[in-house]
């Protein structure tokens, strides 16, 4: 992941990134050319849809690092904003007496492995450029549901790895008790060697009465009892 050592931009790297800035701009092209910004509210609520799914996206991948939570429900808030925009789209095509590409239709299935293969969204604004109405919003269609399986797949690692890790809170909390465990193993390791060396000191220290054979010691064995020779 795609994962949570963050470098500035790297959400870029997210294939779900990089399909719903297509559906963006294929959107934008879409509503420039085919409905009436001044008087069609769906201009700006498509627009807006879609601009929530791909600045969710960024937003929740920015903030994992300080809330798992936060990251899980922004993705699935940048889902839902798709699957609305994606309403639109089939409301146009309906409304418009459109034709609505089917899984068996010679188009769709001519799309479909492409649009697999190709995540830039300049590719897209190249294809669509000069399109009908009907043909913009079919591919888009088809992007938006790739971008959707994307974000299951996304929202499912949020999931299976707060599942294996705990949420940023009880990360910290571990690592915590994992520094301090260490912290005191050191204290502990740098007290035993200290106390080795004391007492090899006190061991080769030859006036230390308390060492048993030390020959000054006056119960060392070793040295003959005066009293004995008095």
């Not at 509210?41 to 690092?65: C, F, H, L, P, W």
Request: proline share 4%; aromatic share 8%.
């Amino acid at each position: 992941m795609e994962d949570y050592q963050k470098k500035p931009g790297s959400y870029k790297s997210l294939k779900a990134y990089q399909k719903s800035e297509c559906v963006f701009d294929i959107t934008y092209y879409f509503v420039e050319h085919f409905l009436d910004r001044g008087h069609d509210r769906t201009v700006d609520q498509m627009q807006q849809a879609a601009r929530s799914g791909k600045q969710n996206i960024v937003e929740g991948y920015s903030d994992a690092e300080g809330s798992s939570a936060s990251h899980h429900k922004l993705t699935v808030i940048a889902k839902g904003s798709l699957e609305e925009l994606l309403e639109d789209y089939e409301d146009y095509l309906r409304v418009h007496q459109l034709e609505r590409w089917g899984q068996q239709h010679p188009k769709y299935q001519a799309c479909i492995p492409l649009f697999q293969k190709h995540n830039d969204s300049q590719w897209y604004c190249r294809q669509i450029e000069g399109r009908s109405d009907e043909d913009i919003a079919n591919i888009a269609i088809i992007v938006i549901h790739q971008t959707l399986v994307l974000l299951r797949g996304l929202i499912d690692r949020i999931d299976r790895k707060f599942l294996e890790e705990g949420g940023i809170k009880e990360q910290r909390f571990q690592a915590r008790l994992k520094y301090r465990s260490n912290n005191q193993r050191e204290i502990r390791d740098s007290r035993e060697v200290r106390d080795s060396r004391d007492f090899r000191e006190i061991s080769n220290d030859p006036h230390n009465p308390n060492i048993p054979n030390n020959p000054n010691n006056p119960h060392n064995p070793n040295i003959p009892n005066n009293s004995n020779h008095l």
